[in-house]
C-alpha cells in the first residue's frame, strides 16, 4: 500500500513538472533556445502569487492565468528586444544570453523578496481526502492543494495542445519549428512567432509557479532546481511534443517518489539525475521524441 | 490588351558577393502563364525568391498590380496576392492535409467564409487532396504533395501563383495531371510564373516565356516561337540532331 502512495505522491508531483516543461520544451523545440530563464520564470509565477494571495487575498489557482499573462508580456518583450538578436547564433551563444538573462532576474528577486523561504499557507487549508473511505482497502491519501495544482497544471498543459493543433497561431508555431522558410512564404513573420513562442513558454512556466506557490516553499534560489526539472523532462519524454513532456513529467515525478524512499530524500535529485544520464547515454530522443511539435 | 501585373527592370540579386542576377526584365500580364526557362544555376529560384521578398535585390525595380514590392516583407508581398510555391514542395511534414492548405490562408485569418470557399475550390481541383484531408501531408506521394503545395499557394488567394519547378522528380501522367489543373486554374483567372526545367511542359503550358542563362534574361518570346527557336530547341529541347 505505501507503493500506491508513493505512485500517487509521484504522479501529483509529475503533473505539475509536466507544465513547467511543456514552456521549456515548446521553446527549445521551436526556437532552438534552450532558455535559462525558464526555471527562474517559474519562481516569478510563484512569487506573484505569493503577493497576490498576501496582500490580495486572491487565490493562487485563480491567480494562476494573470501569472500566466504577466508572463506572457515578460517572456514577448524578453525576446524581441532581447533574444531575438541573437536567436540565429549557436545555441550556446543563446544559452548564453539566456542565462545572463537569468542571472539578472534571479537577483533581481533577490534584492526585491530577499533569499528567505516564503510559502503560501491557505486559509482554510484544503486538507485530505482519504481514498480508503472511497475505495475500501485501498489506503491511499491525497492532499487535496496537491491534486488540485496537478489538475489545473494538466489543464494548462491541455491548452497547449490546443492552441498549437486548433488554431492559426498554433499551426505557424509548428510551421515554423518545421520549416521556417516555407512558413515565411505563407506570410508567416518568424520573428513575430519567436516571440509569441517564447511569451508562451514563459506564461505556462508563470502558471507552473503560480500552481507550485501553496506547496513548495518560494526563494530565488529554487530557480535552478526548476530549470533541472525542466530538462530532465524533456530528456526523459523526448523533446518536441505535449505528449512528450506528459509523459516525461509523470515519470519524473515518479523516479523521484520512488527515490525518495528507497535511497532517502536527499538522493532524489541524485536518481533522476542518474536516469538524465542513462537516457542520454542509451536514448537521447526520449521516450517519445520526435521532429516537428505536437 | 491584357494589363500588366508584374513588371520586373533592371533586377539585379547576389548572395554575399556572388551576383546571381544581373539586370534581369520580365513582364506577367493578367490573365497569363508566363514560364521561366534555364538551366540548373542560371537563377529562376534565385528570381522567385527575390519577387517573394526572402532575397534583397541590390538593383531594380519589381512592381506589382502598380505598386513598387522592392523593399517590402514576405509577408506584405503574400498580403499584396503574390503566392509562392517552393522547390521541393516543402509542406509541413507532421501537420495533416488540411492543416498544410490552411496554413497557405495564414494572413487571411477571420475571413472564414471566403477561407471555405478556397478549401472547398482547391479540393474540386484536387479530388484527391479531399480523400487525404487529414492524413500527415509527408505520406502523400509526390504528385499529391505537389498538387498539396499548390493548394496551399491558391489558399492565400493570389492574383499570381509563383511555381518553382512543377514537374520535378513527378511521372508524365502526373505531369500532365498538374498542367491540366494548373490551366483550369489560369481559366479562372490567376496568373502564373511558372519555373520549370521541363522546358516542353513549360512551353506547352505556358503563353509567354522567358530564357534565363547565367543571371541574364537571353530571349522572350511568346512560347509558339520560343519553341520554333533554334537556339531553344538545341539547348533545351535536345533536338540540335534533328535539325542538323
Given at each position: 500500500m505505501l507503493y500506491v502512495q508513493v505512485l500517487v505522491n509521484g504522479l501529483l508531483l509529475g503533473g505539475l513538472y509536466a507544465c513547467i516543461a511543456a514552456g521549456f520544451s515548446l521553446v527549445w523545440g521551436v526556437l532552438n533556445v534552450i532558455n535559462i530563464l525558464h526555471g527562474s520564470f517559474v519562481v516569478l509565477g510563484a512569487y506573484l502569487a505569493f503577493f497576490a494571495y498576501t496582500?490580495?487575498?486572491?487565490h493562487p489557482y485563480l491567480f494562476a492565468p494573470i501569472a500566466a499573462l504577466v508572463l506572457f508580456g515578460l517572456g514577448y518583450a524578453i525576446q524581441y528586444t532581447v533574444v531575438n538578436r541573437v536567436i540565429e547564433a549557436p545555441v550556446l551563444v543563446t544559452m548564453t544570453a539566456t542565462f545572463g538573462l537569468a542571472l539578472l532576474l534571479d537577483n533581481i528577486m533577490l534584492v526585491a523578496f530577499k533569499a528567505d523561504f516564503r510559502k503560501i499557507n491557505l486559509v482554510p487549508p484544503l486538507g485530505v481526502v482519504d481514498v480508503g473511505k472511497l475505495v475500501?482497502?485501498?489506503?491511499v491519501v491525497v492532499p487535496v492543494d496537491r491534486l488540485a495544482s496537478m489538475l489545473f497544471a494538466l489543464l494548462f498543459v491541455a491548452l497547449l495542445y490546443l492552441l498549437l493543433r486548433r488554431t492559426a497561431v498554433g499551426r505557424a508555431i509548428v510551421a515554423v519549428r518545421m520549416d521556417r522558410y516555407a512558413a515565411t512564404l505563407m506570410g508567416v513573420d518568424p520573428t513575430v512567432i519567436f516571440a509569441l513562442t517564447f511569451g508562451i513558454g514563459a506564461a505556462l512556466a508563470g502558471a507552473a509557479g503560480a500552481l507550485l506557490s501553496p506547496i513548495f516553499p518560494i526563494s530565488p534560489l529554487a530557480a535552478t532546481s526548476y530549470l533541472g526539472k525542466a530538462f530532465v523532462t524533456c530528456v526523459l519524454g523526448g523533446l518536441g511534443s505535449v505528449s512528450g513532456v506528459l509523459v516525461g513529467g509523470l515519470l519524473l515525478g515518479v523516479l523521484e517518489s520512488f527515490g525518495a524512499i528507497f535511497l532517502g530524500p536527499e538522493h532524489a535529485l541524485t536518481l533522476s539525475f542518474s536516469v538524465l544520464i542513462i537516457f542520454l547515454l542509451f536514448r537521447p530522443s526520449g521516450l517519445m521524441g520526435k521532429r516537428g511539435f505536437v | 490588351m491584357a494589363t500588366t501585373l508584374l513588371e520586373v527592370t533592371g533586377l539585379c540579386v547576389g548572395y554575399g558577393d556572388v551576383r546571381?542576377?544581373?539586370e534581369v526584365g520580365l513582364v506577367v500580364k493578367r490573365g497569363e502563364i508566363v514560364c521561366l526557362i534555364g538551366s540548373n544555376g542560371a537563377g529562376k529560384t534565385t528570381l522567385l525568391r527575390a519577387l517573394s521578398g526572402v532575397v534583397r535585390a541590390s538593383a531594380g525595380t519589381i512592381s506589382f498590380a502598380g505598386e513598387?514590392?522592392?523593399?517590402?516583407?514576405p509577408q506584405q508581398i503574400v498580403r499584396r496576392g503574390i503566392a509562392h510555391v517552393p522547390e521541393g514542395r516543402r509542406l509541413f511534414a507532421g501537420m495533416s492535409v488540411r492543416e498544410n492548405l490552411l496554413m497557405g490562408a495564414y494572413l487571411r485569418r477571420g475571413a472564414r467564409t471566403e477561407i471555405r470557399r478556397d478549401l472547398d475550390l482547391v479540393l474540386t481541383t484536387f479530388p484527391r487532396l479531399a480523400e487525404r484531408?487529414?492524413?500527415?501531408?509527408?505520406?502523400?506521394s509526390g504528385g499529391e504533395q505537389q498538387m498539396c503545395a499548390i493548394g496551399r499557394g491558391l489558399m492565400a488567394g493570389p492574383q499570381l501563383l509563383l511555381i518553382d519547378?512543377?514537374?520535378?522528380?513527378?511521372?508524365p501522367k502526373l505531369v500532365g495531371e498538374l498542367g491540366q489543373a494548373l490551366l483550369a486554374i489560369n481559366r479562372a483567372g490567376l496568373s502564373v510564373l511558372l519555373v520549370e526545367q521541363d522546358v516542353a511542359t513549360a512551353l506547352r503550358l505556358a503563353n509567354y516565356g522567358f530564357v534565363l542563362d547565367t543571371g541574364h534574361i537571353v530571349l522572350a518570346d511568346p512560347t509558339a516561337l520560343l519553341a520554333k527557336n533554334p537556339m531553344v530547341q538545341e539547348a533545351y529541347l535536345g533536338r540540335a540532331a534533328v535539325n542538323a
Open positions: 496582500a490580495l487575498g486572491i475500501p482497502g485501498l489506503n | 546571381v542576377l544581373h513598387s514590392l522592392i523593399g517590402l516583407a484531408l487529414s492524413q500527415d501531408a509527408a505520406t502523400l519547378e512543377l514537374s520535378l522528380g513527378l511521372a
